[in-house]
């Protein structure tokens, strides 16, 4: 038997019973933005227009509390500090940066002006005191988040879209169009190397907790760096575009979105485990490389965010286009019978999706050992 037939024969055999996930919609319907905060209690997302910051409780899917941004501001990037003390959004039409406090409601915003560009990506360090960010201005800024001054300033050639604090470490990857990983010294303001895999534009950045392995992802290309050599680790190919990559936080497990999917891998082996996914999708394996065709051209199914929460590397939250949403996934569903409250349109009233009822989405676990 080939080793596609093989794949989906325990494709079929390994589908979960019962489907799991949380799913929060609203009237304004959701835009592709989402964060969660590293001590697993909220996911941040965003109403479509982009002018409101919805925060949630991870675990049923109520919104907490809301954040009106500036009324000219339409956000364009969102990221939660490692502490889960505060969040900074991205604006697209301001270009600047504007930071609240998730432990405090209403408190007002610090703002960080100097880009010229729309904002694309931001990360914050480990120790919360710096912000990096990067816009269409082709620059590449370091914030202190204290005085809310500008504390580097690296300029580019071509845009840069992705950038993200190395773990225990003083270095700043960024990516740029010509598909390009660039190391930066934030204490020295040195360059210290370019990584490059035969990627074309570099999309997202990831880096794993331990500071071991550093993801790249252009529109159909996932590498996956050491950082101990500044080598490929791992390689993995995409039919679609990839729309973004994260770490588990035991750095474990890396995840991507690509079309109406996303892929679950172990880092160092780089078996494929978990799909979340559309049952509108079908799948063909052909050499370890996971290709999948749509059925269909709704684009909202469109998956565009992917994050772990909290602690837990089982937990994963997907943010969809428009009124399809967001979702968390209990990767562990398929073993435990866990079932998470969903809460669905303004009336936040209960639902739950499973394969005899509302089928709309699904996890499959893989096993290629």
């Keep these: 038997m080939s080793l596609c037939a093989q794949n989906k024969t325990k494709m079929s055999q390994r589908q979960s019973t019962t489907i799991r996930d949380v799913v929060w919609r609203n009237a304004s319907r959701l835009n592709n933005l989402l964060d ?15 002018r409101v910051v919805r925060v949630c409780d991870a675990r049923t899917g109520a919104t907490s509390f809301t954040v009106p941004l500036p009324s000219d501001v339409q956000i364009r990037c969102v990221a939660v500090s490692p502490d889960s003390s505060s969040f900074a959004v991205g604006a697209y039409n301001t270009c600047n940066v504007y930071m609240a406090s998730l432990t405090a409601q209403n408190t007002e915003f610090k703002v960080f002006r100097g880009h010229t560009g729309r904002l694309l990506d931001m990360c914050f360090s480990q120790d919360v005191q710096r912000l990096v960010t990067c816009a269409s201005d082709k620059t590449v ?17 071509v845009w840069v ?89 035991n750095s474990k497990f890396v995840a991507l979105a690509t079309g109406a999917v996303c892929y679950v891998w172990t880092v160092e082996d780089g078996v494929l485990r978990y799909i979340l996914d559309d049952p509108s999708m079908q799948y063909v394996v052909e050499d370890a ?81």
């Excluded at 680790?233 to 936080?249: E, G, L």
Aim: charged share 20%; proline share 2%; glycine share 6%.
């Design 141 to 157: 800024r370091i914030w202190d988040v204290l005085t809310e001054e500008q504390m580097h300033l690296v300029q580019s050639e």
């Design 289 to 369: 490389h996971m290709r999948h065709i749509l059925r269909h051209n709704h684009m909202h199914s469109t998956i565009t965010t992917v994050r772990f929460i909290g602690g837990s590397s089982y937990m994963l939250a997907t943010c969809r286009l428009e009124d399809i949403g967001a979702e968390v996934w209990d990767l562990r569903a398929p073993f435990q019978n866990n079932v998470l409250a969903a809460l669905a349109r303004q009336d936040w009233r209960r639902f739950f999706r499973d394969r005899d009822g509302d089928n709309t989405a699904s996890t499959r676990v893989l096993e290629f050992m």
């Design 161 to 249: 879209n992705a950038v993200v604090f190395i773990p225990n470490s003083t270095l700043v990857a960024y990516g740029d169009e010509r598909g390009r990983v660039h190391l930066w010294d934030v204490q020295s303001g040195q360059h210290i190397r370019a990584l490059y895999g035969e990627q074309f534009s570099i999309q997202r950045l990831a880096c794993s907790n331990n500071g071991r392995w550093l993801a790249s992802a252009s529109d159909e290309c996932l590498c996956i760096w050491s950082l101990a050599d500044f080598k490929v680790h791992r390689k993995h190919y995409m039919a679609y575009p990839i729309r973004d990559v994260t770490f588990s936080p």
């Design 36 to 50: 969660t905060s590293p001590d697993g209690r909220w996911v941040l997302c965003t109403t479509y227009d982009g």
